[in-house]
């Protein structure tokens, strides 16, 4: 483990190790596990068959891990059965363990899921709405989710009991602060002028006319059903719009702001309330004349707030005791207590700053208050319209017009748009990710589609073009460009390899790099967290094996952009922990160990899905 550590431990990844790590079961949100009929299964685990339909559902929701970059859908969608199966392997495990959770465990697990809530509570009905668009029972989702929390219960059992040793904590800080002395060229690649023949062109274009086409595209035709629509529908009269505003009022109303002061007079083992209350009483009489900050200053136990004048910032109801607060809230500005007893002992208490609340009139928020009335109101008729959405959508796969006709909404249609880019409503990646999915390319509508929390989309393929190779004399001045380039990193390449073989004859690398009028870059003490040289270089310089017999690690590193660096590795100091290193020592030896427990959980699943009886055809 210490030795994955080491290949990984480059700057952030090495502090990294170093943070908490978080290792729950990763919970898939709601599948769609239906009745397939005679459909056959793309993957059985033992008892338990996967049809294409489960596969196409594990890798939408797989595939919201990659939003925003470039990714193969065949190989997510591999990647996706993958994890199906080594999820039903590590469930039937736990099962035949006889892992259990517990109903209540189970419900409050469910009640504390962001996307059953609304306002940071829970709400049934968006609960029951979210489980009808995944045509999924409450009862099969709850099941759902005790099998998640049984296979976390058994993962954590693992992670959680492994432990880490001091000398694997030092060891890592040992690799981490490791020092390497090393001395580089680096061959440019230089812009080649020879031209490529027309042989040459033609014989790439031929092998290699998958990066030459234009991309496949498609057009949609899609029915929207929004809140904010509905909301717009909502008849209003200014008796409801003004009842809504007394039942909302705290939201378009200004709290009081209040800043106070206070002179503390402790009561503790040396001071008794009657000592203490005559100190509050003198220093009142003080008052009349000196200054308030400066009384406070000199006279309050209260050291940390004495500095400032005895400033206790913006008072808050519920911080203080009831006494405090009372007496605080009844002042006026500028006006001091009496002297007010609390637990800590006596306090003579100032409003330094006020500033009174405000309820802003009705009229002045009669907009936002119809705005959030209709709103409100519309809720639940979303709600209503989403489950009819969902179920007719679902029953007719055909068409949109018979739960467009239903609900009253026009179906709209969109331009043609790829994979990677289109507008309007394809502007979004999860609409242009479901316009490309099996299930929409072969004619059926989509699974709703959320854009955001009141926004729900259900289209169908109006337009499909498949990707098509593009002619030869539209590409050649790309393919020229890719020729020239490659011409021009083959002779960079070459010129390296032939530096190192004469540095592993024995030629000096000053002597070598003079020769080929190339700067030599000298790098003493180089740590994995230093950014003397590039990322990818400094990777490649602690893979390298260390020097043997006196004799320097020689070898050629490649950098982004083509330019080959021909590296010599005189030396490695073994590294020692630090002052800071031994600050960090708890949380090191807490995080290595998980890191150390999840290694030992991934053998064990691998171990179990090698026993398992399984077997998979690919995925389409």
């Known amino acids: 483990m210490l030795t994955k550590i080491r290949e990984k431990a480059q700057g952030a990844f090495a502090w990294g190790i170093l943070i908490v790590i978080c290792v729950p079961f990763a919970l898939w949100g709601i599948q769609n596990y239906v009745d397939t009929g005679e459909e056959a299964p793309v993957a059985s685990v033992g008892d338990k068959d996967f049809f294409q339909r489960d596969v196409n559902k594990a890798y939408e929701q797989y595939s919201q891990n990659f939003q925003g970059m470039a990714f193969d859908e065949q190989t997510l969608k591999a990647q996706a059965l993958e994890k199906l199966i080594k999820d039903e392997v590590l469930l039937q495990h736990v099962h035949a363990k006889g892992l259990v959770t517990t109903d209540d465990t189970a419900r409050d697990f469910i009640q504390s899921l962001p996307y059953f809530q609304v306002d940071g509570k829970f709400d049934d009905k968006r609960y029951k709405t979210m489980l009808s668009l995944q045509k999924i029972s409450s009862g099969e ?110 939201q378009y109303t200004t709290a009081e702001r209040r800043k106070i002061s206070h002179i503390l007079f402790a009561i503790n083992d040396k001071v008794d309330e009657k000592t203490a209350l005559d100190k509050a009483l003198k220093a009142q009489e003080e008052l009349a004349t000196k200054d308030f900050a400066a009384v406070a200053a000199e006279f309050s136990d209260d050291k940390l707030s004495a500095k400032t004048g005895g400033d206790l910032g913006l008072f808050n109801v519920g911080v203080m005791e009831k006494s405090f607060e009372d007496a605080a809230s009844a002042l006026k500005l500028g006006e001091v207590s009496k002297p007010v007893k609390s637990a800590f002992g006596y306090h003579l208490i100032k409003v330094t700053e006020l500033m009174p609340g405000e309820i802003k009139p009705f009229d002045a928020v009669k907009n936002e208050v119809t705005k959030a009335f209709q709103k409100a109101q519309a809720e639940t008729a979303f709600y209503e319209s989403a489950e009819t959405l969902t179920e007719m959508s679902y029953e007719n796969p055909d068409n949109l017009k018979t739960v467009a006709d239903a609900l009253g909404i026009t179906i709209q249609k969109s331009a043609l748009f790829t994979k990677d880019k289109g507008e309007g409503i394809a502007a979004d990646e999860k609409i242009r990710r479901a316009s490309f999915t099996e299930e929409v390319l072969q004619g059926n509508n989509s699974t709703p589609i959320e854009l955001g929390t009141d926004r729900l989309v259900v289209l169908r393929l109006s337009e499909h073009k498949t990707a098509a190779v593009r002619e030869l004399k539209d590409v050649n001045p790309d393919i020229v460009a890719v020729l020239l380039a490659d011409k021009a990193k083959l002779q960079a390449v070459e010129t390296a390899r032939q530096i190192k073989a004469r540095l592993q004859a024995g030629e000096s690398i000053q002597t070598v790099a003079a020769e080929n009028k190339l700067p030599v870059k000298t790098v003493t003490g180089l740590t994995r967290s230093k950014d003397d040289v590039p990322l990818p270089l400094s990777e490649a310089i602690f893979k390298a094996a260390k020097p043997v017999g006196g004799k320097s690690t020689l070898f050629i590193a490649e950098l982004p952009a ?49 026993d398992a009886d399984i077997s998979v055809k690919a995925p389409k």
Do not use: W
């Open 141 to 250: 989702f709850v099941n759902r989710i005790k099998n998640a929390l049984i296979m976390e219960q058994f993962q954590r059992s693992i992670i959680d009991s492994s432990f880490a040793t001091k000398y694997d904590v030092e060891s890592f800080f040992k690799i981490q602060n490791q020092q390497r002395d090393v001395d580089y060229i680096t061959v440019a690649v230089q812009k080649s002028t020879e031209q490529p023949s027309e042989q040459d062109i033609a014989a790439y274009y031929q092998q290699h006319q998958d990066l030459y086409q234009t991309p496949e595209q498609v057009s949609v035709e899609y029915i929207e059903l929004a809140l904010e629509d509905i909301a717009k529908t909502i008849a209003v009269t200014d008796d409801k719009l003004k009842a809504y505003y007394e039942e909302q009022k705290d």
């Open 562 to 610: 083509g330019e080959q660096v021909v590296v010599s590795l005189s030396k490695v100091k073994e590294g020692v922990m630090t002052e800071d290193d031994k600050k960090q020592m708890e949380l090191a030896t807490k995080n290595i160990a998980k890191a150390f427990g999840q290694t030992e959980f991934n053998a064990l699943v691998n171990s179990l899905q090698g």
